[in-house]
């Protein structure tokens, strides 16, 4: 069975640009989430879905930043424009209801 | 306001040794705990975990123990390999919580020597 997959693995992109990072959950998991590693903040939440509908953007940097699910085999995270403080380790993860997250294998973002 | 903290920001280890890696939490409607394992270059993975109800969950050479009075629980490998060494986070789930949102801590690192 296939796990999270996320494309691109890296994406090295200048600032200014639009940057779109793409996830597909585990089939029948019907939670996602994504996240968003530094060095200085560890690993963050970013946003998460409950059967495609976002339930907590709380943790969205700003206005720059959004995400889509349009059904339970894909979403996706846009940041437009991109930041050199946009530069992490985004992880998508998914998982049953009330279960074990499971992660991909995160995009390395590099906004120069 | 960090909600899970993992104070030691690194641990070393000799091969054979016990490893014991420490969390602590503040909420108390925290009801579900999890470990999980990260080496460099992939996503984070599933180690073990452990309910509220319980005291100590044990999977092979790993053991967690959650101490509720103290508001904290540690992960204990035994005996350590080198193969261990990578990042470990604890995190935790609210009772409240329907989808399973984890609260991560910042993470350990463990470096297991031979």
């Known amino acids: 069975d296939a796990g999270v997959i996320q494309s691109p693995r890296h994406e090295v992109t200048e600032m200014g640009q639009e940057v779109t990072l793409r996830c597909k959950p585990i089939?029948?998991?019907?939670?996602l989430f994504w996240y968003r590693q530094t060095m200085m903040r560890g690993l963050e939440l970013l946003i998460y879905f409950n059967n495609n509908v976002p339930i907590d953007d709380s943790g969205m940097p700003e206005d720059r930043f959004s995400a889509k699910m349009p059904n339970a085999s894909f979403s996706t995270l846009k940041i437009q424009p991109s930041e050199p403080r946009d530069s992490a380790v985004y992880f998508c993860?998914?998982?049953?209801?009330?279960?074990?997250?499971?992660f991909g294998p995160g995009t390395r973002l590099t906004v120069l | 306001d960090q909600q899970v903290k993992q104070n030691s920001p690194s641990l070393s280890v000799q091969e054979g040794r016990i490893s014991i890696l420490n969390c602590d939490y503040t909420?108390?409607?925290?009801?579900?705990f999890l470990w999980y394992k990260k080496y460099p270059a992939e996503g984070p993975t599933f180690l073990i975990s452990i309910s509220s109800i319980k005291d100590k969950n044990e999977d092979g050479r790993f053991t967690v123990f959650l101490n509720k009075s103290a508001k904290h629980l540690s992960l204990h490998i035994v005996p350590s390999q080198p193969g261990d060494s990578a990042v470990y986070f604890c995190?935790?789930?609210?009772?409240?919580?329907?989808?399973?949102?984890?609260?991560f801590g910042q993470g350990t690192t463990l470096q297991v020597k031979p």
């Open positions: 909420n108390s409607m925290f009801d579900y």
């Open positions: 089939s029948g998991h019907n939670s």
């Open positions: 995190a935790a789930i609210l009772g409240s919580s329907n989808t399973g949102k984890l609260i």
């Open positions: 993860a998914s998982s049953p209801a009330r279960g074990t997250q499971y």
